[in-house]
Every structure is written in C-alpha cells, then in structure tokens.
C-alpha cells in the first residue's frame, strides 16, 4: 500500500510566490497541496478545517506573521510540522523557531523543489515515528493490565507533576507539548496520554485553561492593557489572544476589563 500522501498549506501574502507554490508538481513529491492563506489568521481557520500534515508559511505577514501562526499551530496541534520562509533579515527568528520545534527553514529566493521534498519527507517520518511510539505506548498499557500491574487509583506520576509545574513556571513563555515532553524525558506522544489519564485534562486544554484564568485575574486586578495581559500568558499575537478569551469567556477582553 503507498502512503497516503502529505497534505500540505501554504501562507504568504504575495501572490505571485503563492501562486508559484500552487504550481509545483506536488503529487510528484508525495503531497497534495490543500489550500492557501494569506496571514496567519486565516491559516489557523484553515489548519482547524483542514488539518494539513505541513504548513509552510512566510515569516513577515500582516496581522499574524510566521512566528505567532508558528506558536499557534505547536500549541494546538503539536503534530503538525511547520518550515518558515524567510529573508536574509528573518534568519535570527527562524533559527528560535528551530530550537522550538520547527521542522526547517529556507530563504524565498534559494528555495528549490529539492528543499519541498525534504521537508515532505521529514514530515513522513515524523508521521511514522509518533505513529511508532503510539503504537508502543498502547502494546505496553495492555500489557499491564493483562499482568494486573497497572494501579489506576495511583499518584499522578513525577513526570506529570513534573510537566504540570513547567507549564505553571513558564506560562508567559512559548509553550508546546514537544518542548515540555523533551525537559521531562519522554515522547510527546506518551506525555500527551500520561497528562490527559493521569489529569483527566488534555495537555493543550490544561495550557489554555491556566493562561486563560491568569488572563481573567490580571484583567480584574491589574492597570495592563489587553495586549500586555497577552504577553503575560504567553500569547503575543493579540488578535489570537482576543480570540481565545472570547471563546474561553463568551466577551471580549476590552468588555471584560470595562466591566
């Protein structure tokens, strides 16, 4: 049986690269390309109605640009692979976006077909990996059970009070299920069930949940404006942050402070 293939999305808001991109032959690199955006606002709509396999967005975009849309994407959906397009000046921030969990990063004008399979195959391994680890983690919890070894009413284990305490200690800062399960030492993917069996929350939703309730008290408590509160959770892009309170609260983060 073939794979099936990478579904893959493109963000940039030029045009002609867009349209450049549409172009590729991307069947002949295993992929199919399933939609575009034009900032990282509309990529995230996209991302939930699309769920690409990779998202390969330029880095300066208006009202949401790269390295927000790329923090976005780990924090909900820490599968999905993201590769960052850049100019010579962007190279500082891809280079972070590295070290957090971006899968590359290529300069617009040097970007060959070469570069998209890469990353297309990077992503198919990655794929198969977690699909690897996901697999082990289910053969080892029946083998517990079939040896009675497994104790359900036992103590939330280290490495989930462990992550929970990194999450509360660096709520302000770029958070994704990746980074947090690499400073505990196990697989995202095991990390990812341990939290939502032994907290019966899921990791994500236990991130949103804190940056929301702290976003709730600093807003009731504090003189900072909206976007500050933002920063202080941890959610730099505003508009992002506006959307996910009022989801979170039912109004806005301007009606909420007003009272």
């Known amino acids: 049986m073939s794979d099936t293939p990478i579904r893959v999305l493109i963000v940039d808001d030029e045009l002609p690269l867009r349209q450049e991109l549409r172009s590729l032959p991307w069947a002949s690199f295993g992929a199919e390309f399933v939609g575009e955006a034009e900032n990282g606002e509309e990529a995230l709509e996209l991302c939930e109605r699309l769920q690409p396999d990779l998202v390969i967005t330029d880095i300066t975009?208006?009202?949401?640009?790269g390295m927000e849309l790329f923090r976005a994407i780990k924090q909900k959906w820490p599968f999905m692979q993201v590769v960052l397009l850049t100019c010579h000046s962007d190279f500082h921030y891809a280079q972070e976006a590295l070290r957090l969990g971006a899968l590359d990063y290529f300069t617009k004008l040097a970007l060959e077909e070469g570069d998209l399979q890469a990353s297309i195959?990077?992503?198919?391994?990655?794929q198969r990996r977690e699909q690897d680890l996901q697999r082990y983690g289910q053969e080892q919890l029946r083998r517990e059970l079939e040896q009675?070894?497994?104790?359900?009413a036992r103590r939330v284990r280290k490495e989930v009070q462990l992550a929970r305490r990194i999450i509360e200690q660096k709520l302000g800062e770029p958070l994704t299920l990746t980074s947090v399960s690499e400073e505990v030492g196990l697989s995202s993917y095991y990390l990812s069930r341990l939290f939502k069996e032994e907290t019966g929350e899921a990791f994500n939703d236990y991130i949103t949940r804190l940056r929301m309730e702290k976003a709730v008290h600093l807003l009731q408590t504090t003189p900072l404006k909206v976007y500050e509160v933002a920063e202080q959770v941890g959610i730099p892009s505003y508009r992002y942050f506006s959307q996910l309170f009022r989801n979170w609260t039912g109004v806005a983060p301007t009606e909420f402070k007003k009272g």
């Open 148 to 152: 009675g070894t497994a104790e359900p």
């Open 61 to 65: 975009m208006p009202i949401m640009n």
């Open 121 to 126: 195959d990077k992503t198919r391994v990655s």
